[in-house]
T-cell receptor
Framework: QKEVEQNSGPLSVPEGAIASLNCTYS??????FFWYRQYSGKSPELIMF????GDKEDGRFTAQLNKASQYVSLLIRDSQPSDSATYLC???????????FGTGTRLQVTL | EPEVTQTPSHQVTQMGQEVILRCVPI?????FYWYRQILGQKVEFLVS????????KSEIFDDQFSVERPDGSNFTLKIRSTKLEDSAMYFC??????????????FGPGTRLTVL
């Protein structure tokens, strides 16, 4: 069973701080990794994807991948109250490129 | 920016009835998916569809489920005889826009299915 694990949270950070969200996965053959944001009652919204070891930056977001440790993370700099949501880690698996999701980490950015 | 659209936004049905959920994927995408999310649980893969046929399906996608894309635009998920446990948000997703090797998937707004 291919698993994606996330701490469910909530992770509470003050406005302006860095939020660090973590994810581990079990399938060593996984090639691509995605972070989605999901507001309550809404659909997943793609934030970033990463496929190479190291860091990838996009605005306030940085994705980090360590394939040897089977670990993916998402850093959110200068956290805003509007960043309060559930962040889903997803791993691309299988020949048909299905996504396997973690349970998500709920982030709360406090004023 | 092109979006995946889904109808209806909310469907209420009686147990044992058939439902059809509809999706209009992004036109230049090649892969189409259905996922579901039971309230409070993780997003789960149901089925992927490529070149007018099912590429892969999960254990959830049993004989009660079917998908089709009859007119080259609408992508539908049919549940023949709904059960209480089919109550969930159903998301359509599109991916594989050719140039991308990483198959980002873009989700529609979802259909909330309530089975009574």
């Amino acid at each position: 069973q291919k698993e994606v694990e996330q701490n469910s949270g909530p992770l509470s950070v003050p406005e302006g701080a860095i939020a660090s969200l973590n994810c581990t996965y079990s399938d060593r053959g996984s090639q691509s990794f995605f972070w989605y944001r999901q507001y309550s009652g809404k659909s997943p919204e793609l934030i970033m994807f990463i496929y190479s070891n190291g860091d990838k930056e996009d605005g306030r977001f940085t994705a980090q991948l360590n394939k040897a440790s089977q670990y993916v993370s998402l850093l959110i700099r200068d956290s805003q109250p509007s960043d309060s949501a559930t962040y889903l880690c997803a791993v691309l698996t299988g020949t048909a490129s299905k996504l396997t999701f973690g349970t998500g980490t709920r982030l709360q950015v406090t004023l | 920016e092109p979006e995946v659209t889904q109808t209806p936004s909310h469907q209420v049905t009686q147990m044992g009835q058939e439902v059809i959920l509809r999706c209009v994927p992004i036109s230049n995408h090649l892969y189409f998916y259905w996922y579901r999310q039971i309230l409070g649980q993780k997003v789960e893969f149901l089925v992927s569809f490529y070149n007018n046929e099912i590429s892969e399906k999960s254990e959830i996608f049993d004989d009660q489920f079917s998908v089709e894309r009859p007119d080259g635009s609408n992508f539908t998920l049919k549940i023949r005889s709904t059960k209480l446990e089919d109550s969930a948000m159903y998301f359509c997703a599109a991916g594989g826009a050719g140039k991308s090797s990483y198959n980002e998937q873009f989700f529609g707004p979802g259909t909330r299915l309530t089975v009574l």
